[in-house]
């Protein structure tokens, strides 16, 4: 086994782990934290691909800045496993035979495609480098790129809005 | 390493998300299942990039095909950067006015 | 200088290579492990003593004579003080979450250490007949892996905040949290202006080509064309590093020392040695983005190199680089003593309505002078 | 123009002349005992009377006489014109068994907790008073430490316990 | 409201001008004073080496004394422990027996003569009471101690030395009350 | 379906939407024992109940088992910043009731000492707003000066804080020439020092919008409550027991009364530093007129009172007279006269009263401290409504609230 391919099982070993302590922790905040685990592999698995930029966006915009909020918001509500609302047992179990019956159909589809036939990693293969994509964004993509920027900027005005209380309410 | 391999990974981790969806209350917790089932869509855009990308350079040394799949998920991180800012926000309004993440309580929402 | 560019390239390449299918050779792995603990180790040290230089600095700009028992002229007391908090009570507050409480100064340390991995300390050595880089990784999105890093120093401060259950510490977690966020922007756009001239993301290619400037690599030092964007940076830079007069996480008048309020013993001491880490760390990044890394100014290395053999002149380019990072320092410790500090609401409309804006108009100007000189 | 104590005095007795019990004159300040019923209105009159306007509460304080049978605690105010620059003195009297006093914070805020310090040591129940409760001293105190029954210390010394100090 | 003096001056708070709206250079003016300091003259000393100067007339540490010939002053009147307002000092009388002149000066003489530091203020008011130049204070820190009974000095810590059997110490110790005794008038 | 119908609000869950944040008693900003419970909505403050402490001393009490001049030491330790200034005024009340008039020489020393210990008390409080706004440095240069004024202290008591000084009717000794020399020393040097504190701060801008606006009280709120001292000033008020009702010779004194405008942090900032200036000159001015003095009347250090005055130490042990008057006065036997007297002086933070009433016996028989600090901690919680957590901290500091004047 090659160092790439022990990396591989390790990485997928720990995202897998990490999703399920997502699901099954009762403390939301060592859930926020498992899930930071999970991004980690992730990105992992996108530098063993290759793709360097989406591997350091990724941590940048999943770790650096979305689970901090989550864990922001998590903190400040000050929520704990003893305030963690529980769902009754024969709903999580079914919940739980719903998924896995679905991750069994699709593996079932799945499982005779001829997909061993196409390694993906090589040593080429530079597109996951900044140049790359930079390149096809900024000629490509320019419009939904522009377009995101306006998603972004409502979606931040939409947040501020909504965060933003009538403060005379609760001083009087 | 085959692709296959990412393939089910992928599925294990979007399943492990729906299970999350369905088994949890917590809204914060919801929205992070939904985060992990992105991710997993991710994970398999750029591992199909990657293998589109290595077909076509034995035809061309210098194609770019993959690159349009390496921005979807970098769009992808961008709307979801967007969804959780407002899908926060919104929990913390909900939080403020019932004390409460339990999306049971959303039920009030339909009276 | 052509024939040290050059190997350096080929060195680049190899290294490029290696990074992207990890295919290990031996010496270059033990190489990069013997690197990888001096870095570390060095770094501890000079965090140690920057304690110490702190109390110093601090005496000495207060007309006191500050530590000066422990050795000569004090120069054991780090090691007092990091064998006194080693044997200290460790203290985890009952009410706290434990298993949070003891992550919490692990992950600041980390953290604080991830950096070092991308900052250039030198040109390459001769040892043995192997051309050794004196850098961990040169990895070509250096200064978005530093981003990367940075966005994360913020969960050690958030989670022993949160952790020791106590007001204080929770409202200084919420406080460095918002900031150390906030900041990032500032901080990212500053440098975009910086990248729009370099067209390089790696740490290792910025310092070459600040080398190759005029007047022995002088005249090619960032700062001098980017010196608004070099002030946003340190600005935002003190804000990183919860320093004074951006130290609101600890403001020791308002919340008692805040997110490590409940924390005794080395535990404590982390949070301490990583926040000399940061500084230290930080140092060394504005010094090689903007003041030429471990360029000897007003001297050409190549032809230096010539007459005292290139294994000195690369040991004096990290001395270079040490020089200035002790001056930042300094100048550091020398702004903390010397001003107060914002008030939350303060700081906030100081990054986002102040150095955001300036950051986005030197960026715009950046761009028509580029897009000007070269049409 | 300035407020001589003859005028003040004046002012006083034709405003409120039967409830004044006595006024004397104490090193260059004018200290007039009032009924102990009047104490807000002769304040309110001396706050808001156009000439006299003694708007500034200076001190508050509590006296407690243990020999005088029915008027054993006495509450002292001082006042200052601070305009015409002129201070008094307002003295009332009351019984130990009985020692409601109506409260001057509707006047001046700053007497809220002059009047809490007053009722800690001497027990003057402040009547309308918004928080009357100890301030100095600590709440389970179930006496008023200032009055003169309560001796500091035994002079002799015998049975001091003395261990606090090492002794 | 009105001026109430003629001797009034209003401080305006002036709006900040342009160069102090950016914050550096009064930051930069900031630091070039504290760097200016560094130059200057230290305030602090290493305190067991060094020790700053007192003044004649400190109040430190009791000290009984006695007279040239080695005699107690202190006749036990009692003036100090009833001018004490902190009550640390506790003694007891005793007659002078008739072989004991060269130990005591006056008829009556204290045989137990306690100070209790911890109460002490150092205000020095038995000094002042002391109609026999018994007492006086020292220019002494109050050390530390382990113990709270530690605090409590006995009659034979505070004697000064004995001129006959110890006389340098005594000397030196009697030295610095020429001093004070000459600065006090 | 069932769980659904079970659905209960938790207690409370919609009101309560503030923190209780204790600041105090074992919070570096409150310099002493004080305990402020805030109720904080963010880091905005909504809701504020202060308590005086836990250090009450009894000082009242005490002081009604004590003979005149053992009051002294307690008055000490009310404002300990300033504690001269207490001296003095214990002394000044004490000889309102004897009717013991003191020379024009000691009123000149007094008034010296006093605004020392003036300079002392608004030196430690700006420094102090400085170190509560995050630059400690400043206070470092001018606790130097403040170093230099207490072995000031030292050369005419022999104590450097609680300095139980001067007597009834004067001092107990003559200023030393080395006292002078110090003096003179404090007098020159300590303007260019002040000088650069004051550029340290007042026109940094991160200082100056930390203290501007901030803590503010009008001058209406401020006269309600009773406000007096630099505090008052600061809103606009220009009320000085020196100049309202002059005590130990302050009327030969030429110097004005700063006043603010707005009643902020800023403001009683400034006005303590103004104040620094204008106790610097009184002091020039004083010392120039104790330097006048020529012949006899340099010497003079005391009143003439001898059933007062402790007599000299060479004539206690040689003259009847002199020990019969020093025992009579140690002991506490000196006739006091039955009477009710207020005196006040300007302490360090605002007009420091003594009401004192006597029965003739050797003890006061009730002794009152009017003390500014406690009479004006109670406008904490109404002058830092609505701010924010950092701005409670400067007004703290900038109130100069000092705990041992507030609990006597």
Redesign the interface.
Known sequence: MSIIEILFWFLTALALFGALMVVFSKNPVHSVLWLISVFFSISGHYILMNAQFLAIVNMIVYAGAIMVLFLFVIMLMNMNTESEPQKSKWLRIAASLSGGSLMLVLVAALKDTNGKVTGVFKVEGNIGLIKNLGQVLFTDYVLPFEISSVLFLSAMVGAVLLGKKETNSIIS | MPINYYILLSVALFSIGIVGVLTRRNAIIIFMCIEIMLNAVNLLLVAFSKMHHLRALVADRATTVGTDAQLFVFFIMVVAAAEVTVGLAIIVMLYRNIHSVDINFLNRLKH | MGQLQGKCLIIQQKLKSSMTILQIDFFYFLEKLLLIGGVITFSLVIAMYTTYAERKVAAVLQDRLGPNRAGPFGLLQPLADGLKLFFKEEIIPLTSNKLLFVIGPALAMITAMLTSAVIPWGSTVNIFGRNVSLQIADVNIGILYVFGVVSLGVYGIMIGGWSSNNKFSLIAAVRGASQIISYELAMGLSLIALLMMTGSLSLKTIVEQQMSGGWGGFLGWNVLYQPLGFLIFLICVFAECNRTPFDLPEAENELNFGYHQEYSSMKLGFYLFAEYINMFISSAIVSTLFFGGYDIPFVNEATLAHTLGGNVVALLGVAALLAKIVFFLFFFMWVRWTIPRFRYDQLMDLGWKKLIPLALANMLITAIVILWLNK | MSLTNNFIKEKLTNQFGEFILGIEESYGMLSVTVKSEVNLKVLTFLHDDAELSFNFLTDLTGVHFPDRKGEELSVVYHLHNLVKNARLRIKIYVPVEKPDVYTATGLFSGANWMERETYDFFGVNFVGHPDLRRVLNVDEMDYFPLRKEFPLEDQTRVDKDDEMFGR | MASLTTRSKVLEQTPLNLMERLYLPSIFKGMAITFSHIFKKKATISYPEEQRPFSPVFRGLHVLNRDEDGRENCTACGLCAVSCPAEAITMEAAERQPNEEHLYREEKYAAKYEINMLRCIFCGLCEEACPKDAIYLSETFAPSNFTRKGFIYSKDQLLIPDPNTEKEKYQVAKGLREVHKKNKK | MQ??LN?N??EG??EK???R?NLGPT???THGVFQNILEM?G?RI?KTEST?GYI?R?F???A???PL??????T?RLNYCSSPINNMGWHLTCE??LGVKTPKRVDYLRVIIMELARITDHLICNSIV????????GF??VM?YR?LAY?IY??V???RL?T?MGRIGGF???F?F?AFQKLEKFLNEFPAVWK?FE???N????????T?GTGAIS???A?????TGPNLRAA?????VR???PYSSYEDFE????????GDN??RF??RN?EIWESLSIMKQAYQKVQDFKGAEAEVYHADVPEYY?P??AD??TKMEA?IY??KI??GETDIPA????Q?VEGGNG?L?F?L?TDGGRAP??L?F?RPC??????YA?IVK?T????A?VTLSSLNLIAGEM??
Do not use: W
């Not at chain 6, 400085?130 to 400690?136: E, K, P, S």
């Open positions: 769980e659904q659905i609000l938790p869950s919609i939407q503030t923190t944040l919070h570096p900003a909505d880091e909504i005086v009450h009894a009242e009490k005490i009604e088992r004590r001049y053992q009051i002294t030491t307690l000490d309102k009731l400085g170190v509560d706004t995050g630059a400690y440095t470092l240069y130097q170093e072995e030292e050369e008591c022999g104590s609680t139980n107990e000794r003559d030393s080395a650069e550029n340290l701060f026109r940094n801008r991160i200082f100056v919008e930390r501007r001058a209406e709120r006269l309600n409550y009773s406000f606009g008020v220009d009320y000085d100049v309202h009702s110097f004005i009364i700063p006043v603010g405008t707005t800023y403001d400034m006005v103004a402790l000299e130490k206690v042990y020990l020093h025992f140690v002991m009477g009710e007297v207020y006040s007009e009263g009401y009433i028989f009730r009152h009017r406690f009479i004006y901690y109670q406008a109404e609505n924010m957590l950092s701005d901290i609990d006597a």
